[in-house]
């Protein structure tokens, strides 16, 4: 049974801090964050969709032009959200964003979001999912009819994570891969407070063993924010995934 408003107890972390380079000559100094989509920010969409989810407290991870996204937050109100910022003294990598806003994470486990991707999922089954299996943490992955633009993760019969595959453009045919959305665990998340990892992916999820972590996999919309070409797209895809959280999350 799906849980009304699942992100009500649930801390939700942005990982936003990086330089945005891929990015930058379409947006110029604009941040990712505040990319335009459909005249509305990018944030703007994606507060939309976790609220549909019940979200109530999120934390943006900000480096680059932090200036900008706190100002926007200034003077734009977002009814039902705290939303907490951290500004990254310097980049620090996904896992160093990770460890310098820990002491702000206070749920277990805790949604953590790429901030330059979305995958459209069901984050109340996502939550479901890592509830019942207890793992590390719980990775969105998605199949995709082509793999050779992404890294794939490999997957073991029952669900779990047994390894992960480097980005191969001679490697053709569907495959599931990083969709950039986690529930982790508070367990996790003190092990990387320890540790001087600098990527979530590459040095925390790939130094794990094997089945530590858990897969919510389906073939969800997903989309990179980070690149020029998927703007165009991307404001159909977050009308249809504010739509779905909102019903999703009025579920009980």
Same mark, same amino acid.
């Given at each position: 049974?799906?849980?009304?408003?699942?992100?009500?107890?649930?801390?939700?972390?942005?990982?936003?801090?990086?330089?945005?380079?891929?990015?930058?000559?379409?947006?110029?100094?604009?941040?990712?964050?505040?990319?335009?989509?459909?005249?509305?920010?990018?944030?703007?969409?994606?507060?939309?969709?976790?609220?549909?989810?019940?979200?109530?407290?999120?934390?943006?991870?900000?480096?680059?032009?932090?200036?900008?996204?706190?100002?926007?937050?200034?003077?734009?109100?977002?009814?039902?959200?705290?939303?907490?910022?951290?500004?990254?003294?310097?980049?620090?990598?996904? %896992?160093?964003?990770? +460890? #310098?806003?820990?002491?702000?994470?206070? @749920?277990?486990?805790? /949604?953590?979001?790429?901030? =330059?991707? $979305?995958?459209?999922?069901?984050?109340?089954?996502?939550?479901?999912?890592?509830?019942?299996?207890?793992?590390?943490?719980?990775?969105?992955?998605?199949?995709?009819?082509?793999?050779?633009?992404?890294?794939?993760?490999?997957?073991?019969?029952?669900?779990?994570?047994?390894?992960?595959?480097?980005?191969?453009?001679?490697?053709?045919?569907?495959?599931?891969?990083?969709?950039?959305?986690?529930?982790?665990?508070?367990?996790?998340?003190?092990?990387?407070?320890?540790?001087?990892?600098?990527?979530?992916?590459?040095?925390?999820?790939?130094?794990?063993?094997?089945?530590?972590?858990? %897969?919510?996999?389906? +073939? #969800?919309?997903?989309?990179?924010?980070? @690149?020029?070409?998927? /703007?165009?797209?991307?404001? =159909?895809? $977050?009308?249809?995934?504010?739509?779905?959280?909102?019903?999703?999350?009025?579920?009980?």
């Amino acid at each position: 049974m799906i849980q009304q408003n699942c992100l009500a107890a649930i801390d939700v972390f942005v990982l936003a801090g990086g330089l945005g380079t891929r990015i930058r000559p379409a947006l110029g100094d604009t941040p990712k964050l505040l990319a335009p989509i459909a005249a509305r920010p990018y944030l703007k969409h994606l507060l939309d969709w976790l609220r549909g989810f019940g979200a109530r407290r999120v934390v943006l991870g900000l480096g680059y032009r932090a200036e900008a996204v706190l100002a926007y937050l200034k003077t734009t109100p977002e009814p039902g959200l705290d939303i907490c910022a951290v500004v990254e003294p310097s980049p620090l990598g996904t %896992a160093g964003a990770i +460890r #310098f806003a820990r002491a702000q994470l206070n @749920t277990d486990p805790v /949604l953590v979001l790429n901030g =330059d991707t $979305f995958v459209n999922a069901d984050l109340c089954a996502l939550l479901a999912h890592q509830r019942e299996t207890q793992a590390l943490g719980t990775l969105v992955c998605v199949e995709v009819d082509d793999a050779a633009r992404y890294g794939r993760v490999i997957l073991d019969g029952k669900g779990r994570v047994e390894g992960f595959a480097e980005k191969d453009s001679s490697v053709h045919g569907s495959a599931t891969v990083n969709g950039g959305v986690y529930a982790l665990s508070a367990e996790l998340l003190d092990r990387i407070a320890m540790s001087e990892a600098k990527s979530l992916e590459y040095d925390v999820f790939q130094g794990l063993p094997a089945g530590a972590l858990a %897969a919510y996999s389906g +073939r #969800f919309d997903f989309i990179d924010i980070g @690149t020029p070409e998927s /703007l165009a797209r991307a404001a =159909d895809v $977050f009308g249809a995934a504010v739509t779905a959280a909102s019903i999703v999350g009025g579920q009980s």
